[in-house]
């Protein structure tokens, strides 16, 4: 792979929430570089921290929260030194843009589309109204609505769920941002509609070449739109690495649970493989692994020493015991081992998953 | 195949419409019609605003028919009833619902959230009788007789959905419509939960209506599939029929749009998008027609031909 350079760097970043009277960790010293026009995918549970860990880069924390360690590098200066909301003026929206999961409730349901779009572009570029409609509309057929123009003065409502989520795509992508956060962007959307917003996502990376941030906890969804992925667990990331690294060397055994438990995986019949327990409880101190409690092949040393990365390849870290030389071998779960073949059987001729193109 | 099995609900010519304000009727649901045999669990798959919640609400007698008729072991239970049936068909069909936090009381306890029904109906003899019922539901969903003095806020999502379905599951009921009740919980629950139905069905014996817009979760928990896109039903089959033989073009869209979690197939996948205006409607109109037996479709006599062809070619394929 060619030198590449970093765009945005995290490091050692915890983030703490006040609640009543207690405090509750929701991000434990997580560090992550960002490659310029890369897609990094973060999945995981719901939290398990991955839309508080972005929003430090954006400084969208609610008001309980602060950033209590680490830092944020983004050309040049430290994003979480950054206080006010004229701190933010030129970064938040213009050069890290955020799409949240769901589009009704991002847009202003009594104003209309036209002047939602046109209202970010006049702010961020300093154009006249005039100016700023024909980037709007251009921006609109930009990402497929069809009969822009008119279009234009209609409200939210007027807009199917799908259509409403490309308008704040629109919005988030009319100051030419460097970096996208899309936050389950899809998760709300019907999974017909989900396929055409992520090949649209695709296609605009391309064309305009900005870096994607994509959160989601749906597998199959990485699988499609992810240069690089990470796993987040209890408020850290477990284990990262290329696409096809997680997908087919995965080391940690949450991310082989997570694959395991898929139910295009599951055969009929038969017991889809779940993770027993639950998530852990972010207001006590997690010791040793966070997934110890609830993983089968957890070692003593899981439950009292919390294990650092372990090499793997180049770009692929994992942060598991199972990794260290003196830790007994064990592999993948069956179901999960020749992944690929086992999916290509799939969606092959005369596989459940194969359609006619 | 399925001759020999038992009708436990059937729906016949189904329209449910919607006042909308004054204007023309809204029709959520058109003309559907189909069977769920005893046992089985049968999936409604379709998208948002595509009438699956509307049909489900429809069998449990929320929504009223505007058309046609729903029989339960062959009586009809839409429309007017007598105040006796409404209760026997409130009891044995029994739903289990999406959001598992909306649906519990949260100023009650668990073991009221599951005697509820019982106190309604008077199904237990005593209070020693009501607890012992209360402490089976909440062991046969995995939970613990000591979790029934807390209230729904101290458990997890997923712990909520076994309260759901135990709420459900103590009225004994032999039909459990089932409304997405996955697509609010985490990936690592979801097994958890479909897990739990299916071993309640080998169990108990009971059937399922499951509504859904996952076809591979679906794929993994039913018997026969129906798909329905825009109130109507498009295309019916059992499960491995469906995936190995799908016809129509709605079903073979959702079918491509499922994600696959293998990025060197999913990074080179194909979108297949149906666009119902751009279809051919020439010729008469279109009605659910038998292909093969226990495989429908939704076609004109011209489509029949055209599906007729395709269905041939795959077969010959095997």
Known sequence: ?357 | MSNNKEVLLSVKGADVAFDNGGKKLFRAVKNANFDIYRGETFSLVGESGSGKTTIGRAIMRINELSKGEILFKGKRISGRISKEEDRDVIRSIQMIFQDPAASLNERATIEYCISEGLYNFHLYKDEADRIEKVDKALKDVGLLPEHKSRYPHEFSGGQRQRVGIARAMIMEPELIVADEPISALDVSIRAQVLNLMNKLKEEKGLTYLFIAHDLSVVRFISDRIAVIHLGRIVEIAETETLFKYPLHPYTISLLSAVPMPDPRIEKKKELIVYDESKRDHSGEKPILQEIRPGHFVFANDREMKEYEAKLQEMEARG
């Open chain 1, 1 to 357: 792979m060619e030198e590449r350079n970093i765009i945005l760097s995290a490091k050692d970043i915890v983030v703490k929430f006040r609640v009543r009277d207690n405090y509750l960790t929701a991000i434990r010293n997580v560090s992550l570089d960002l490659y310029e026009g890369e897609t990094f995918a973060i999945v995981g549970e719901s939290g398990s921290g991955k839309s508080v860990f972005t929003k430090t880069f954006t400084g969208m924390l609610e008001s309980n929260g602060q950033i209590a360690n680490g830092s944020v590098m983004y050309d040049g200066k430290d994003l979480t030194q950054l206080k006010t909301d004229k701190d933010w003026e030129g970064i938040r929206g213009a050069k890290i843009a955020t799409i949240f999961q769901d589009p009704m409730t991002s847009l202003n349901p009594i104003r209309t589309i036209g002047s939602q779009i046109t209202e970010v572009i006049v702010k961020h570029q300093k154009v006249s109204n005039a100016e700023a409609k024909k980037q709007a509309i251009e921006i609109m057929e930009r990402v497929g609505i069809i009969n822009a123009e008119k279009r234009f003065d209609e409200y939210p409502f007027q807009y199917s769920g799908g259509m409403r989520q490309r308008i704040v795509i629109a919005i988030a992508l009319s100051c030419h941002p460097q970096i996208l956060i899309c936050d389950e962007p899809t998760t709300a959307l019907d999974v017909t509609i989900q396929a055409q917003i992520i090949d649209l996502i695709k296609k605009l990376q391309q064309e305009l070449k900005f870096t994607t941030i994509y959160i989601t906890h749906d597998l199959g969804v990485v699988a499609n739109v992810a240069d690089r992925v990470g796993v987040m667990y209890g408020g850290q990331i477990i284990e990262y690495g290329t696409v096809e690294e997680i997908f087919y060397e995965p080391a940690h055994p949450y991310t082989w649970a997570l694959l395991s438990s898929l139910p295009q995986l599951g055969e009929k019949g038969k017991e889809l493989y779940s993770i027993h327990g639950t998530p852990p409880s972010l207001y006590n101190e997690i010791k040793g692994d966070a997934f110890a409690p609830r993983n089968k092949y957890a070692l003593k040393i899981d439950f009292e020493q919390e294990p650092p990365f372990f090499k793997i390849s180049d770009t692929h870290y994992a942060k598991t015991w199972l990794l260290d030389p003196r830790a007994p071998k064990v592999e993948k779960p069956e179901v999960i081992k020749d992944l690929h073949e086992k999916i290509t059987l799939m969606t092959e001729k005369g596989g459940a998953y194969y359609v006619e193109q």
